[in-house]
Structures are given as structure tokens and as C-alpha cells.
């Protein structure tokens, strides 16, 4: 079953065009899918509107950052939605719910699902991105989860995702990456960036360049959001190898976080975590600091393919680093 619906999947992913009008093109087709996705969403009910939502983009570090808040939120004994994109192995990576991956069985009755909503709406052929942003939502509804954590696929504004008012945004670390159709300068690539930031939500921000954190904070302020800045309202004290991992000392908002525990290694990480405490404090309006056991879930929390150790003789890692900014944070 599993192998049908990846199958069916598989099969939607096209080859873009290129060209000189390649980058108006893309934003045409992306306006184009994300309002395909919110008619087939609302043609199943509008799941996506059923449970509180943490919308995650930027160019590095979303994934990391999505798990981290996930294992968090599943200490905290809430039953937890994680969307990530891409997978490494399997697709079922891709859907999660408090750690354990969408079964074979489901996941092949939601391609079915989606993909008849598709054709009752005359939409089909659908495309990838359609698709999987479309089973996300419906899977974690008909699993009734608590909170979901809903990594953008690429972009934010224009994403198959953008189709939830999140209570919490969270940008990451903002960098060249996908020029082609979110470019040219990192102020563009930001305005894409800026598209998941909604009314009322927290805007939870790592550190930026000027103009990447210039265009987030007039998002906050056009929309209402409130903004909650790395290194200004929350910040990474310090940082320790450890055996495993790494130990940290985080300020957050509430207060102070110390010999707190993170399984992945690298001091982009130990950021990510620390954007991941702000993220979870932001949900729970937090006004005194947060029970340590949630902290200190950070332990278990896990990236494949982001430094992951796969062999200790010899040492073997792994690591998924793809644009500018991965290539110097692995180094």
C-alpha cells in the first residue's frame, strides 16, 4: 500500500522550464498551486483549520529547528504533528505524529483521499507539492493532533503550506538559496520568507543580516504580529561539546536555561535549539520558564542527514548541506 502511494506521488513530479521568463513563470505557477491546495483542503473540510499550527521556514535550518520544537511539544505530553520536507529514506518521513512516521495503510487511503477531492473538483493531474501539502493536513485532522509543526516546503509565501493562520511563525537563518525563484537579493528571498508571518502570531526570528531582519519586522508591524528577535529577546549564552551532543545555556524570555542537553552537534544547532525554546515558550505564552522535562527533550530530538554520525570506526557523518549557508555552518 505504502509503495502505491508513493507511487502515485512520484508520478505528479514535473520538470520546470527554464528561460528567460522562467522566474515570473514560477511565481505564476506557485500563486497557481498554493490556490489549487486551499480549494481541494476546503473540498475535504478544511482540516488544516482543526488544531493550533507552528509554521517553520528559512533557508537553513528549518528541519532541525521543526524536530527540535516537536520533541519538545511531545515531553510536554501534547499529541504533536511534524511535517518535514525533503525526506532522505522513505516518504513516510516526510508525516510524523509524536515521533512514530505515518503507516504504509494511512498513507496510501490519504493519497486516495486527496486525489479523488482532485478529481471531483476537476484539478487532477495534481502536483507534487499539492499533493503532499493537501495529505499533511488532512493525515494530522483525521489523527486529531493537538498541535501540528509545519515545515515550508520552499519560499513560505507562495507555498503549498501558507494555507494556515499559524499561532507561532518561525523564520530561521535566511541565505541565498532558490535564486532562481525567489531571488535576486536576500531582501527578495526574505519577502517570500516574511509571507508565513500572520495576524496575531508570535514571530519567532533567528539572527539575520540587516536587510533580511528590516523586511521580517515590517511584516510584523503591517500584519500585527509581534516579533521575537535572536539575540535581542532570546539569545544562546554558551555552548559545550559533549559526548553525544553539546550542552547549552539559553536566555529566553522568561528566563534562563542552563546545562540544557542537544543530541545534534554544531553551533548552528545550538542556535536552532535556542529558536526552537522560543518557538514552544511563544505557544504556551509562557511567563515563567518551562518545566526542564520539556527542555530537556532536546536530548532526544533528532535531523537525519544534518552531521548525523553513521559510523564511530572510523568516524563517518553525514551531512544534507546544499546551499552557501549549510556549506559554511558544516565547515
Known amino acids: 500500500e505504502y509503495q502505491r502511494g508513493l507511487a502515485a506521488l512520484n508520478s505528479l513530479i514535473r520538470g520546470e522550464r527554464a528561460g528567460p521568463d522562467a522566474q515570473r513563470d514560477r511565481r505564476e505557477r506557485a500563486v497557481r498551486r498554493l490556490e489549487r491546495t486551499k480549494q481541494i483542503l476546503n473540498a475535504l473540510g478544511g ?14 535550518g528549518k528541519g532541525s529547528t521543526s524536530a527540535a520544537i516537536a520533541a519538545m511539544l511531545t515531553a510536554a505530553g501534547y499529541r504533536t504533528g511534524l511535517r518535514t520536507s525533503p525526506y532522505l529514506q522513505v516518504a513516510t518521513e516526510k508525516l510524523q505524529i509524536s515521533h512514530r512516521l505515518i503507516d504504509g495503510v494511512a ?16 484539478l487532477a493531474p495534481l502536483v507534487y507539492t499539492e499533493a503532499w501539502a493537501a495529505l499533511s493536513y488532512l493525515w494530522f485532522a483525521q489523527r486529531q493532533v493537538d498541535i501540528a509543526v ?13 494555507v494556515i493562520t499559524p499561532d507561532v511563525s518561525v523564520i530561521t537563518s535566511v541565505g541565498m538559496d532558490h535564486v532562481v525563484s525567489l531571488g535576486p537579493t536576500l531582501a527578495d528571498i526574505a519577502w517570500h520568507k516574511a509571507g508565513i508571518i500572520k495576524p496575531g502570531a508570535t514571530a519567532v526570528i533567528a539572527s539575520q543580516s540587516p536587510d533580511v531582519l528590516d523586511v521580517l519586522i515590517r511584516r510584523c508591524a503591517q500584519v500585527g504580529a509581534t516579533p521575537r528577535v535572536f539575540g535581542r529577546d532570546f539569545d544562546l549564552l554558551g555552548r559545550r561539546v559533549a559526548v553525544g551532543g553539546q550542552v547549552l545555556d539559553i536566555r529566553s524570555m522568561t528566563g534562563q536555561y542552563e546545562e540544557v542537553f542537544l543530541s545534534l552537534h554544531g553551533e548552528h544547532q545550538a542556535r536552532n535549539a535556542t529558536l526552537a525554546v522560543a518557538a514552544v515558550e511563544a505557544l504556551l505564552v509562557a511567563e515563567e520558564p518551562l518545566d526542564q522535562a520539556l527542555v530537556d527533550a532536546l536530548g532526544s530530538a533528532m535531523s537525519p542527514g544534518r552531521l548525523e554520525a553513521v559510523s564511530r570506526e572510523p568516524t563517518v557523518l553525514l551531512d544534507a548541506a546544499h546551499n552557501p549557508a549549510g556549506a559554511v555552518s558544516l565547515a
Open 47 to 60: 482540516p488544516q483549520h482543526t488544531y493550533p499550527t507552528i509554521h517553520v521556514t528559512g533557508t537553513s
Open 150 to 162: 509545519i515545515e515550508v516546503g520552499a519560499g513560505g509565501r507562495f507555498d503549498t503550506t501558507n
Open 107 to 122: 498513507f496510501a487511503a490519504a493519497v486516495d483521499e486527496v486525489f479523488g477531492a482532485a478529481d471531483q473538483l476537476g
